[in-house]
């Protein structure tokens, strides 16, 4: 792979926050395929709200980076559109919960796009979203949508954990020839953490254990994993040992790992911000339920984000999985 | 007049509207056709034996089509009767470059193209979600059966041309622009204001052209807008034009005008041809529960193919030439019943093999599975 500035020594290793991480994630990919562009809302000489697209309109000018009109359906049709022509569009949708107004394209035309002309077009077409709570904001800023697109035949949908995931997963989502819903955990844009910029090291729809364990399987995506890492050096000090793994791609969604991971330690908790009706962590739950029902001591425990609307954010810490909450599914579990 | 009369755009009729030919078949440029003469002087009379041709080859096409329907041989069908003047209009005043983006009903516009109908039928005969490869048909896009989303997909596509220098280098000959057919029900959905509001911003190589042929299935055009639709371009900012959309020449002068603004450069515009339709929306409406059978009167008798004929008996062309149309349409039309009967069904393959461009493993599990189970079968009936 290549470094992520070909014109000047660049350090193969740097400590980054996500958005930085996403940023040299996007530049490299628009240095290795001049087809990539940038589309969205104040994307531009702003960089975006949350500066993840900064300094790209500068580097590549405005036929590069476009910054459109406020309308989301537009954003993706017209991405549709010109995917149809050849580019490879790169999406940013504000905030989790202003994608909706764009979910028809998404669901009805980008998805099926391909199935529709029987594999006569590509949508190479990356859908980014910064989603998920902790970061005490409004209605609409903190949602976890996910779901609804992991729901949908034809979409990948990926989320990175941390910066080093961020850098490598972004150039592969937009390498793919299929669409791809990429969400940002927003929470874990300004944490550092490093990045190699030399190798991936995993691919973009293999989930990975970041800490290893026996006692019980704990999974998550996205800026659940600092909450899983958390809750395991919680429960070492009590002589729980608990294996965490990092879901990364929500569809598909790798269960190798997970499946090797319950054979192991028989238990299994899930967590995720998203209402837990319907959701990713269901649907985990029922697989392995079928694919490992003899590995199982215990029923799959979920521990999610509760079935209502996000809540207004000053009790947002009840909402939200919690470390806490996390080990009280892993004690219930081992308690079977 | 019998229609209702808060309906503006038909109020209206009597001024801006461009019309080259009346309703009896004269020619009577309208005041406002001045300026798309030239355009009308660009054809000739093999072009109009053309026109002609076309618009009774496609109304035999499509009373077959409904047959078939009607035999249990298409799920649905979708009739054009009464909107052939606008759409082979429009459709030559395209170049072979150009790129287009139909709605569902513009079934002369993929033929003037290159498609063969029979292809449209076999989406409707449920083999197919899609039914041709664009690139190999003229450039004439799938048809989308979600209102309006195709105006985003055109103008996303004329934004790629503008991108990659395809577009107002000042050759006619390779220069590209795309047109997008919508209709008045369309008109009201977000996703077609949204791409006038892109097209504009970033003054795409692109024609809207909105067939307004007053009815959305079982509501009126009045239900959608209080004032005439071309006016809406005013207010996003690229020139508006209501034609005469039974007046196969005033369309394909206004389009033809439209298209090379749009290919050198000058930016987007819409143009609503005003029209019929003269049929029910599909084969599964019934519109004599809700339409005034004198509304239906007063624009059978404005009917496009039976103005332009009177137009070319004006002209003096033989009725050998006329008859030989109709035997021609009629040939068509039993052809495409044999071969649309001899379509077949796709292997239960296409299910999963187009998803997604990389195998996804839920859905090689599942084909895999599909396979298996299905084989279980195979020879166990003893």
């Excluded at chain 2, 395809?166 to 590209?176: K, R, V």
């Excluded at chain 2, 987007?268 to 239906?296: F, N, W």
Aim: glycine share 8%; with cysteine.
């Amino acid at each position: 792979m290549t470094m992520p500035d070909t014109q000047t020594a660049a350090p193969t290793r740097a400590n980054l926050p996500m958005a930085k991480a996403l940023n040299a994630g996007l530049r490299q990919a628009m240095l290795s395929d001049p087809k990539v562009l940038m589309m969205g809302e104040d994307i531009g000489p702003l960089g975006g709200v949350f500066r993840v697209t900064e300094g790209l309109h500068a580097e590549f000018g405005e036929k590069r980076v476009l910054d459109t009109p406020l309308a989301e359906s537009g954003i993706i049709g017209t991405a549709i559109g010109l995917a149809m022509r050849g580019y490879r569009p790169v999406c940013e949708i504000q905030f989790d919960g202003f994608v909706f107004p764009g979910f028809d394209q998404i669901t009805s035309q980008l998805a099926r796009m391909r199935n529709r002309h029987e594999g006569g077009v590509t949508m190479p077409v990356v859908v980014r979203i910064p989603y998920g709570g902790h970061i005490g904001s409004i209605e609409h800023h903190q949602e976890s949508p996910e779901a609804y697109f992991a729901h949908t035949p034809g979409l990948r949908v990926v989320s990175p954990s941390n910066p080093h995931d961020a850098y490598w997963m972004m150039q592969e989502a937009i390498a793919s020839n299929d669409p791809v819903i990429f969400f940002e955990p927003k929470s874990r844009y300004w944490p550092k953490g490093e990045v190699d910029f030399t190798a991936a090291g995993t691919p973009l729809h293999a989930s990975r254990v970041v800490r290893s364990g026996t006692s019980v399987t704990v999974v998550g995506h996205g800026a659940m994993v600092s909450v899983l890492l958390q809750a395991a050096e919680l429960a070492a000090a009590e002589g729980i040992s608990l294996e965490v793994i990092d879901l990364r791609s929500i569809s598909p969604i790798d269960y190798a790992p997970i499946l090797d991971s319950v054979a192991k330690t028989g238990h299994l908790v899930v967590a995720q911000e998203a209402a837990g009706f319907v959701s990713v962590g269901s649907e985990i739950a029922a697989t392995v339920t079928e694919r490992a029902f003899y590995s199982l001591e215990a029923p799959v425990l979920r521990v999610s984000g509760f079935d209502t609307p996000f809540p207004p954010a000053a009790v947002e810490t009840h909402f939200l999985p919690s470390p806490d909450r996390v080990l009280e599914a892993v004690d219930r579990s081992l308690a079977y | 007049m019998p229609v209702t009369s808060n309906d503006a755009s038909v109020r209206t009729l009597a001024s801006p509207t461009v019309q080259l030919l009346a309703t009896d078949g004269s020619f009577a440029p309208s005041e406002s056709a001045a300026e798309f003469l030239p355009y009308f002087e660009r054809l000739t009379e093999a072009d109009y034996r053309k026109f002609y041709r076309d618009m009774v080859v496609v109304r035999k096409f499509d009373t077959e089509a409904a047959n078939l329907q009607r035999q249990g041989q298409l799920a649905l069908w979708v009739p054009s009767h009464g909107q052939e003047a606008a759409q082979v209009g429009s459709a030559y005043a395209t170049r072979a470059q150009d790129h287009v983006f139909p709605s569902y009903r513009e079934h002369v516009v993929g033929m003037i193209r290159g498609l063969d109908m029979v292809d449209i039928l076999r989406m409707l005969r449920g083999v197919t979600l899609g039914g041709w490869t664009p690139e190999e048909h003229g450039n004439f896009h799938l048809y989308t059966l979600v209102l309006a989303s195709q105006t985003l997909h055109a103008t996303g596509y004329a934004m790629g041309m503008q991108l990659d220098g395809s577009t107002a280098t000042g050759n006619p000959e390779t220069d590209q622009a795309v047109i997008v057919y919508y209709g008045d029900g369309a008109s009201s959905q977000g996703d077609a204001n949204e791409a006038l509001v892109f097209a504009a911003s970033y003054q795409t190589p692109q024609v809207f052209f909105m067939q307004n042929n007053h009815w959305a299935i079982s509501v009126p055009v009045s239900r959608q807008s209080r004032s005439p639709l071309y006016l809406r371009a005013g207010g996003f900012g690229m020139p508006g034009i209501q034609v005469d959309g039974n007046d196969v020449l005033a369309s394909y002068a206004v389009t033809a005008k439209a298209m090379d603004d749009a290919r050198a450069g000058h930016g987007p515009s819409l143009i609503e041809a005003l029209t019929y339709r003269v049929g029910a929306h599909t084969t599964a409406d019934d519109p004599t529960k809700y339409r005034d059978p004198e509304e239906l009167a007063y624009w059978v008798a404005r009917d496009p193919i039976v103005r332009f004929r009177s137009y070319l008996e004006g002209l003096g062309v033989e009725q050998e030439f006329l008859d030989s149309v109709d035997e021609e349409a009629a040939d068509y039309a039993a052809d495409v019943r044999r071969r649309a009967l001899d379509i077949t069904g796709p292997d239960r393959a296409v299910i999963f093999d187009n998803v997604y461009a990389e195998p996804h493993p839920l859905v090689v599990e599942q084909k895999n599975w599909l396979d298996a189970y299905e084989a279980s079968f195979d020879g166990s009936e003893s």
